[in-house]
């Protein structure tokens, strides 16, 4: 099973400020299949990025991804305070099992 | 709009059954795998179980295996998770999941509550 460690746990920024979110996975992820997704408190989990660097269909150009093998990076260029949330990144690669790391929470400063 | 909208969840006691649904629309249901995701309320997403387009390949968690089985209706364009033998850590958010390779789109969520 591959494990996904996200950091930092909690992000504290400003608005305008750039958030840099990791995901690092316990082993290389096949085909650099990571996938991220935005949770708003009480709401379900969507869809930002595919493939680790795939915007999906209606996403900000604020939001970018990269990385490949085992260090994958989530970037919010710009924060907006629409973008509180947690972030969990995930590995569909090498499944079953589908993983997910553990999130970082985005807040406001 | 291709959407996911589930029901079914409630309280249940320790040892007992329920069943979720999920009705999707929008799109061509019997062309995509699904998933059930769970969330206990206030922690993270944990991969429950995946069905193939037709029903035939079903795979589990370990800790749901045995217990949970998966099922679509392709003609009804409807997911379900028949749980049983229900625990009290089994309490938890659970979602349905769209997948050709990532997630997308969720259910709206089910909660669970397994309690005396």
């Known amino acids: 099973e591959v494990v996904l460690t996200q950091s930092p746990g909690t992000l504290s920024l400003s608005p305008g400020e750039r958030a840099t979110l990791s995901c690092r996975a316990s082993?290389?992820?096949?085909?650099?299949?990571v996938a991220w997704y935005q949770q708003k408190p009480g709401q379900a989990p969507r869809l930002l990025m595919y493939g680790a660097s795939s915007r999906a269909t209606g996403i900000p150009d604020r939001f970018s991804g990269s990385g490949s093998g085992t260090d994958f990076t989530l970037t919010i260029s710009r924060l907006e305070p629409e973008d509180i949330a947690v972030y969990y990144c995930?590995?569909?690669?090498?499944?079953?099992?589908?993983?997910f790391g553990q999130g970082t929470k985005v807040e406001i400063k | 709009e291709v959407q996911l909208v589930q029901s079914g969840g409630g309280l249940v006691q320790p040892g007992g059954s329920l069943r979720l649904s999920c009705a999707a629309s929008?799109?061509?249901?019997?062309?995509?795998?699904m998933h059930w995701v769970r969330q206990v309320p206030g922690k993270g997403l944990v991969w429950v179980a995946r069905i193939d387009t037709d029903g035939d390949i079903t795979t589990y968690a370990d800790s749901v295996k045995g217990r949970f089985t998966i099922s679509r209706d392709n003609a009804k364009n409807t997911l379900y998770l028949q749980m049983t033998s229900l625990r009290a850590e089994d309490t938890a958010v659970y979602y349905c999941?769209?997948?050709?390779?990532?997630?997308?789109?969720w259910g709206q969520g089910s909660l669970v509550t397994v309690s005396s």
């Open positions: 995930q590995q569909y690669g090498s499944s079953p099992p589908w993983t």
């Open positions: 999941a769209r997948s050709r390779s990532s997630f997308d789109p």
């Open positions: 082993q290389s992820v096949t085909s650099n299949y």
């Open positions: 929008g799109f061509s249901f019997s062309n995509y795998w």
